[in-house]
């Protein structure tokens, strides 16, 4: 079974308990640019287009906005007893080899010059440390998983207990 293409229906983690669970919520200063290009936006369109009508197209665009930044916040990173879930991707426990921590200096390096390009990365642009997750399984061709973490150290020692649950 290929572990980069492995998905589990229904809920991110089944019907185990997560280990680890972290949403990548965007930051505020991102939700204050949105609100606030979205109202300037608003308030040209409805002096430029006089009535409701200029009202409901800057309404529609600045709910487009705060859609699209909800949407691209939702994505979830949790650790099961059945392995790494990031979004809709799945890492089997089995095929999780050595997972490392990575500082903010070590997070930029592998995800520009030091990266590999088969790698599967899941990064956030407001996010700057991560962890590096090896992937074991020989039939996928991916060498490691690059995973940004707000706490990469929790992520590492809950992706280590999953793979041995003596250490829990």
Known sequence: MNAQSEREAGSVSGNRPARYSERWWAPVGWWAFVLVMAGSFWIAVAAAIRGPAGHLIGLAVSVLCVIGLLVYSR???????????????????????????????????????????????????????????????????????????????????????ARDPRRS
């Not at 007893?81 to 095929?95: I, K, N």
């Not at 200096?105 to 700057?128: C, E, K, N, V, W």
């Not at 060498?143 to 973490?149: D, E, L, R, T």
Request: glycine residues 8%.
């Open 75 to 161: 994505l979830r990173v949790s650790v099961t007893e059945g392995g790494l879930d990031v979004g809709t991707a799945r890492l089997p426990v089995a095929a999780i080899g050595s997972v490392l921590p990575l500082s903010a200096g070590q997070a930029a390096a592998l995800r520009g010059p030091a990266a590999d390009a088969t790698a599967r990365m899941f990064l956030r642009p407001y996010i700057s440390r991560g962890v590096r997750v090896e992937v074991t399984d020989p039939q996928d061709p991916t060498p490691y998983w690059y995973v940004a973490s707000r706490r990469p150290e929790v992520l590492a020692a809950a992706l280590d207990a």
